[in-house]
């Protein structure tokens, strides 16, 4: 049997609008998912009517409670001219070319905050938003978060609009059904029904960049509702109409809808957006320890009762791991009284959490198992962010609050390969001071008004001693050098 090829992320994504996101022969294959051999899948329980005979089960009022809290969203993006040697013969330019993409968000807030994916807005230079009464308002762009696929956007409605209310993915069942609402085919509100097939997927689909410490988290609910490209950023509901996923990948042969698809869970989802609109960046917690999935020889060597969990086969120094009674060889089998069978729902369960909070663990060791307190941190070892952390936690990582910007040092590889001394990074972006600049995430500041700027807090005393104006110059990760301008204490 063939192995499905996992298709790139749903939608147009800006990046490569135009064109569905699968993957194609040309390009290099991502790990497939590996079919299993012999499903073994158990009928749902049929609904009896009084006449004794089979009801299905009716998704009318769920549809109803969500279909008008889906919005189509729909991007464009500026293309430089294809050169055309006919034309600047006679001393014509070549016109700007205009990109298209579409694809779904799922509003949250009756003020008008919308979650949908990052691929779906990704490099977009306008977003138009349509709700199913037809209207259209402009986007922006609130804040964003790849390793995850998601990002919240904003418009402006003349009154409170429709909302899904979230729900719990963790309590979702294997066999439940559930409803994928979107816009498939620039389709308008188009719903679906399948079921729950599996959970904490990790499809090796999300992409992470070094350079900016992101790194992919996929936990995916994987149903077999039919979602196509334009149902990215959609709602994926259950039968109460709350919303338990944002839908984001297929596997497919073709392009198009061939059996399953992949949604984030709501329980990442409401997280990442909790950050985003709280504190403009997603404030990330770690747990400090690397892992491999126990095997059936991991079990009997370690004297396991079952082959699950997730076996310690080093510890990060410094994090929260190593301040515990944690060590090597241990086997995380439970977080705060969830189970922990694989990587994925560790990665699910972390996710929930800030840095600061204290999770309690179940473990094995030795053939019984014991349990742990365990404070977690970010990734540079802090349990406390910018704007409550002491003043040597903010001379590392700090939340601009006068530019809704994040601001990180530059690592050292990529000081190196720029030829770059000090230096802030831009590691996270609301709508602020710096997305009306132009600035965009990644951007490394090196000068403002002439100074030199070695770290993130040179660009906050920058912006507290300046009047008037600031003249901000750096450098972009690939090598290019800018220079915005920006009102600053008008």
């Known amino acids: 049997m063939k192995t499905p090829l996992i298709s790139a992320i749903l939608g147009l994504g800006t990046g490569c609008i135009g064109a569905f996101l699968t993957l194609q022969s040309h390009t290099p294959p991502a790990p497939p998912i590996q079919a299993?051999?012999?499903?073994?899948?158990?009928?749902?329980?049929?609904?009896?009517?009084?006449?004794?005979?089979?009801?299905?089960?009716?998704?009318?009022?769920?549809?109803?409670?969500?279909?008008?809290?889906?919005?189509?969203?729909?991007?464009?993006?500026?293309?430089?001219?294809a050169s055309n040697p006919w034309l600047e013969l006679f001393g014509y330019g070549t016109p700007e070319r205009m990109a298209q993409g579409s694809g779904s968000g799922v509003i949250i807030d009756d003020r008008g905050y919308i979650v949908t994916n990052n691929h779906v807005i990704d490099q977009a230079d306008e977003i138009v938003v349509s709700l199913n009464d037809n209207r259209s308002y402009p986007a922006v762009l609130v804040g964003t978060d790849p390793s995850t696929d998601l990002a919240v956007l904003k418009i402006e409605p003349a009154k409170a609009v429709p909302t899904v209310p979230f729900g719990a993915s963790h309590d979702v069942q294997i066999g439940e059904w559930v409803l994928a609402v979107g816009n498939p085919f620039d389709l308008t509100s188009t719903v679906t029904a399948g079921i729950v097939s599996a959970k904490s997927r990790d499809i090796n689909i999300l992409r992470g960049d070094p350079r900016t410490m992101e790194y992919p988290i996929e936990s995916f609910i994987q149903t077999d509702a039919a979602?196509?490209?334009?149902?990215?950023?959609?709602?994926?509901?259950?039968?109460?109409?709350?919303?338990?996923?944002?839908?984001?990948?297929?596997?497919?042969?073709?392009?198009?809808?061939?059996?399953?698809?992949?949604?984030?869970?709501?329980?990442?989802?409401?997280?990442?957006?909790?950050?985003?609109?709280?504190?403009?960046?997603?404030?990330?917690?770690?747990?400090?320890?690397?892992?491999?999935?126990?095997?059936?020889?991991?079990?009997?060597?370690?004297?396991?009762?079952?082959?699950?969990?997730?076996?310690?086969?080093?510890?990060?120094?410094?994090?929260?791991?190593?301040?515990?009674?944690?060590?090597?060889?241990?086997?995380?089998?439970?977080?705060?009284?969830?189970?922990?069978?694989?990587?994925?729902?560790?990665q699910e369960c972390i996710a929930r959490y800030h840095p600061g909070d204290v999770v309690h663990m179940l473990f094995a060791r030795d053939g019984s198992t014991s349990e742990a307190d365990v404070q977690l941190k970010s990734r540079a070892g802090q349990i406390a962010f910018s704007d409550d952390a002491s003043s040597d936690d903010r001379a590392r990582d700090l939340w601009l609050k006068a530019a809704?910007?994040?601001?990180?040092?530059?690592?050292?590889?990529?000081?190196?390969?720029?030829?770059?001394?000090?230096?802030?990074?831009?590691?996270?972006?609301?709508?602020?001071?710096?997305?009306?600049a132009g600035i965009r995430k990644g951007f490394i500041i090196t000068k403002i008004n002439s100074d030199a700027i070695n770290g993130p807090a040179d660009v906050e005393a920058a912006f507290e001693r300046f009047e008037g104006g600031l003249l901000v110059e750096g450098v972009y990760p690939n090598g290019e050098k800018a220079y915005y301008g920006m009102a600053v204490n008008p």
């Open 36 to 81: 299993p051999s012999g499903p073994n899948y158990a009928l749902t329980t049929a609904r009896v009517t009084d006449a004794g005979t089979l009801a299905a089960p009716s998704f009318a009022e769920a549809a109803a409670r969500t279909v008008d809290a889906v919005v189509h969203v729909k991007t464009l993006q500026r293309q430089g001219a």
């Open 404 to 436: 809704k910007a994040g601001l990180s040092p530059v690592a050292p590889s990529v000081a190196s390969e720029l030829g770059t001394e000090g230096g802030a990074q831009v590691t996270s972006l609301a709508a602020g001071k710096f997305t009306d």
């Open 227 to 346: 979602v196509n490209p334009g149902n990215s950023g959609g709602a994926l509901v259950n039968a109460r109409g709350e919303l338990i996923g944002i839908n984001t990948a297929i596997a497919s042969h073709t392009g198009s809808y061939s059996g399953y698809s992949f949604a984030v869970p709501s329980t990442i989802v409401e997280k990442v957006v909790g950050d985003l609109l709280n504190f403009g960046e997603v404030r990330r917690a770690y747990l400090g320890i690397q892992i491999t999935p126990v095997t059936e020889a991991i079990a009997e060597e370690l004297d396991l009762e079952s082959v699950t969990g997730c076996a310690i086969t080093g510890i990060v120094p410094a994090s929260g791991a190593a301040e515990s009674t944690l060590r090597q060889g241990d086997v995380v089998l439970a977080i705060d009284g969830t189970p922990v069978g694989n990587f994925p729902e560790l």
